[in-house]
């Protein structure tokens, strides 16, 4: 069990999302990074729909209120014990009732994922424990956490994954990836102007400080603004194109519709490079065929499996170790 002592910028509960609801208005919501998420789940021996917390550039810190195994994973947010000793990401480490849990931050990732022994006990609201903050939905009271809270494990005080370690050498994060972001070209490029397409890719970009869960806002050359069209559906990782010529990308709280025009949208394997972009971060983009997008994240994918294949395995064995040692 964990309690708040301080939540940093912002600690949410987040899961894999309530999709389905974009015709109400309410988005997916649910992890920013849903690799990240997955991972602290695997570690943790949570289900694929299981809760963690998500922590956003750092800063906080938490109370080990009975001792537990905390998985961590996503981007190193400079997690350590009240001591100082480093609690490193892609892990799952056994903390002691008393001891603490610090994130001094980070200059790389924007996002880590904490999970307890089959997730964090969390009600749902249609069908999902994402937090939303705009619309109330979700985690604690539809709100972010604040000092005091607590968060229990769905298996209190179940230790037994401690010590996993995730084989980033079969599947390290898609953050890793150096190189520019792909995109899938359109739907909306003709309702720019000519060669709108050319400048977009010619360019360096800055995120912005407006950077959040709701879209992530770049800075760069004014790109030609192009007409308003007949709002449309919204997905994350929309890139939209509004009246001051820079490009505003959908996250996962953003809008289920909108009018400005889409000029490209993220697919599904690059997304958790998104969900780690902070800031001042500087980016390219680049086009990519919609094929080669599926096949992307087909191989994405086998990776994550293979990946947790080897960690189960890796589990197994030391279960019979610990057996056979007994």
Do not use: N
């Not at 069990?1 to 015709?23: C, H, I, K, N, S």
């Not at 005080?157 to 898609?174: K, N, S, V």
């Not at 953050?175 to 050319?198: C, K, Q």
């Not at 929309?238 to 953003?254: E, K, Y």
């Amino acid at each position: 069990m964990l309690e708040v002592v301080d939540p940093g910028l912002l600690m949410t509960l987040q899961d894999a999302g309530r999709p389905g609801f974009a015709d109400l208005g309410i988005p997916p919501s649910g992890a920013c990074d849903g690799w990240g998420l997955a991972v602290a789940h695997l570690l943790a021996d949570a289900p694929p729909d299981g809760v963690a917390i998500e922590v956003t550039l750092g800063g906080g810190e938490l109370l080990v209120a009975e001792t537990c195994a905390v998985s961590l994973a996503g981007a190193d947010l400079g997690a350590e014990r009240e001591d100082g000793s480093p609690l490193r990401p892609g892990a799952t480490h056994r903390l002691l009732a008393g001891s603490r849990i610090r994130f001094g931050g980070s200059t790389r990732g924007a996002r880590a994922y904490l999970g307890l022994a089959g997730g964090i006990a969390a009600a749902k609201v249609l069908g999902s424990a994402a937090t939303h903050v705009q619309g109330g939905l979700g985690g604690l009271d539809g709100r972010a956490l604040r000092a005091g809270d607590r968060l229990v494990p769905v298996r209190r005080g179940d230790l037994a994954m401690a010590g996993r370690a995730w084989p980033a050498g079969i599947a390290p994060h898609p953050a890793a990836v150096e190189g520019p972001i792909r995109f899938v070209p359109g739907p909306d490029l003709a309702s720019v102007p000519a060669g709108t397409l050319e400048e977009l890719l010619a360019a360096a970009w800055r995120v912005a400080a407006a950077c959040d869960r709701m879209g992530i806002r770049l800075q760069g050359p004014r790109l030609p603004a192009g007409a308003e069209i007949v709002s449309h559906p919204l997905v994350p990782g929309a890139i939209q194109l509004p009246a001051d010529g820079q490009p505003v990308v959908i996250m996962v709280d953003g809008p289920t519709v909108g009018g400005y025009p889409v000029i490209g949208v993220v697919p599904r394997a690059e997304l958790p490079r998104l969900g780690q972009l902070r800031p001042g971060d500087d980016i390219r983009l680049a086009p990519q065929e919609a094929e080669e997008a599926r096949a992307a994240w087909r191989e994405q994918r086998s990776r994550f499996a293979r990946a947790a294949e080897a960690l189960h395995a890796d589990a197994v064995w030391h279960r019979l170790a610990d057996g056979a040692g007994g």
